[in-house]
Antibody, heavy 115, light 107 residues
Framework: EVQLVESGGGLVQPGGSLRLSCEASGFTFSTYWMSWVRQAPGKGLEWVANIKYEGSEKNYVDSVRGRFTISRDDAKNSLYLQLNSLRVEDTAVYHC????????WGQGTLVTVSS | DIQMTQSPSSLSASVGDRVTITCRASQGIGNDLGWFQQKPGKAPKRLIYAASTLQGGVPSRFSGSASGTEFTLTISSLQPEDFATYYCLQHNTYPYTFGQGTKLEIK
């Protein structure tokens, strides 16, 4: 059974940083693209970024490019999202998802950006 | 960016009803479209991929179809557990984009 467990969310001031983690199990992590998707409170889904197996390709939505960095550690079956220069509008639940086409999702971790 | 225009934004229906939700892409995306179901406080779940292929374990009352840039999710006979919010996602061109969502409520 595929399991994705996110962690690392919390309350941070504007301009601050956080590092989100996603621990994966139940599939061969190193052979899959992995993705991050976020959902602001009461709003719809927004694709944020993805990363190819081996980390050889990374893609971002324009609103986070240059501020967020996606990475992975295949030895630890883990996906990461480094969030820098955070803005109030980055407040959301951040989900990791298996594959480039999001075939399984984790429950998410809440990031709140507020002064 | 490719815009995914999803309609309706909300829908009231009864158990046993047939319902249809539509997403229209602002440009061609082939069949690079998925449908997702999200219940309150839960992670989204993929129902359909490649526009019309049912995800394993998803009931056969769910189906997807495509015609050009118009994509349709149909639930043939609504069950109580189907009341949720539904989203489409295009994964043809970066950035990937979701429709705005359709909230399906009990009439």
């Amino acid at each position: 059974e595929v399991q994705l467990v996110e962690s690392g969310g919390g309350l941070v001031q504007p301009g601050g940083s956080l590092r989100l983690s996603c621990e994966a199990s139940g599939f061969t992590f190193s052979t899959y693209w992995m993705s991050w998707v976020r959902q602001a409170p009461g709003k719809g889904l927004e694709w944020v970024a993805n990363i190819k197996y081996e980390g050889s390709e990374k893609n971002y939505v324009d609103s986070v490019r240059g501020r967020f960095t996606i990475s992975r550690d295949d030895a630890k079956n883990s996906l990461y999202l480094q969030l820098n220069s955070l803005r109030v509008e980055d407040t959301a639940v951040y989900h990791c998802a298996k594959g480039g086409h999001l075939d399984s999702w984790g429950q998410g971790t809440l990031v709140t950006v507020s002064s | 960016d490719i815009q995914m225009t999803q309609s309706p934004s909300s829908l009231s229906a009864s158990v046993g009803d047939r319902v249809t939700i539509t997403c229209r892409a602002s440009q061609g995306i082939g069949n690079d479209l998925g449908w997702f179901q999200q219940k309150p406080g839960k992670a989204p779940k993929r129902l359909i991929y490649a526009a019309s292929t049912l995800q394993g374990g998803v009931p056969s009352r769910f189906s997807g179809s495509a015609s050009g840039t118009e994509f349709t999710l149909t639930i043939s006979s609504l069950q109580p557990e189907d009341f949720a919010t539904y989203y489409c996602l295009q994964h043809n061109t970066y950035p990937y984009t979701f429709g705005q969502g359709t909230k399906l409520e009990i009439k």
